[in-house]
């Protein structure tokens, strides 16, 4: 599986973006998408993760109310619709997938990554 983020930029505290992640190879093993993202000196944390249907979704506490996941079988492609954002949110974040069909908050559980897309707001 290969996937490829997108949607990355510099935004201003309050402002909006969405990120995007097409997935190509076997897609079939794309059960469970989320993203993650890690900040300068940080760990890897956590963002958001949403299963096939695309009914059950699980959000980080920092996330929850500002940020949406969302997918689109069709296209293999998931979204981060990201609101409100944060000085604090700034980072690479990354997409990823794995095959079991339910949804875990351990980077090490994923086995697929993409690049990473870059988020910096400023304050």
């Known amino acids: 599986v290969q996937l490829q983020a997108s949607g990355g930029g510099l935004v201003q505290a309050g402002d909006s973006l969405r990120l995007s992640c097409a997935a190509s190879?076997?897609?079939?093993?794309?059960?469970?998408m989320g993203w993650f993202r890690q900040a300068p000196g940080k760990e890897r944390e956590f963002v958001a993760a949403i299963n096939k249907s695309g009914v059950i979704r699980s959000y980080a506490d920092a996330v929850k109310g500002r940020f949406t996941i969302s997918r689109d079988n069709a296209k293999n492609t998931v979204y981060l619709q990201m609101n409100s954002l944060k000085p604090e949110d700034t980072a690479v974040y990354y997409c990823?997938?794995?095959?079991?069909?339910?949804?875990?908050?351990?980077?090490?559980?994923?086995?697929?990554w993409g690049q990473g897309t870059q988020v910096t707001v400023s304050s």
């Open positions: 990823t997938a794995r095959y079991l069909p339910y949804i875990v908050t351990l980077a090490n559980d994923y086995s697929y």
């Open positions: 190879g076997r897609t079939f093993s794309t059960n469970v």
